[in-house]
């Protein structure tokens, strides 16, 4: 599926009900645009829980990560963008920090971050999958669907083509 947020949003707006996240993401990865079906995270500081959903074969899916916004430790490195490609995902959405950005930058993967950090995150395994979380002024929910490009984000609960 070839997109641009601006022809979804163009072709859309007014009909459907979608959200634009906050234009808060830098862009990582190889691929500037990924699209697919939500899968949520909800962890601070801990990717444990992150490392047991990106060994999950899948298609067409897109993890979101609600990591609390923090700025103290990444939560995504290039072993678990490595996996991610791997098992079928299609992008990562991070509220929070990666690590290893120039290894990523050449990965066939989308992702979207806040920052970059150095600093592993820890290991404790606590964290939620699943639930609705929201950050950038958009609810991110299982199984919506989500695009991203260069322009941004949009969510909807039905497919826009």
Known sequence: MTFTTASLCDTH???D???IAESLFMSYGANSAFSGQITTVKTFE????VRTVLEEKV????LVIDGGGSHRCALIDNN????AIENGWQGLVVYGCIRDSAMIAG???GIRALHTHPLASHKKDRGDRDLLVSFAGVNF???HFLYADTDGIIVSAT???
């Open 13 to 15: 707006s007014g009909k």
């Open 17 to 19: 009900s979608f959200q």
């Open 46 to 49: 801990d990717n444990v829980l």
């Open 59 to 62: 298609q067409n899916r897109v």
């Open 80 to 83: 678990l963008a490595t996996l």
């Open 107 to 109: 990965l066939p993967i």
């Open 141 to 143: 929910k299982k199984d």
């Open 159 to 161: 497919m826009l083509s």
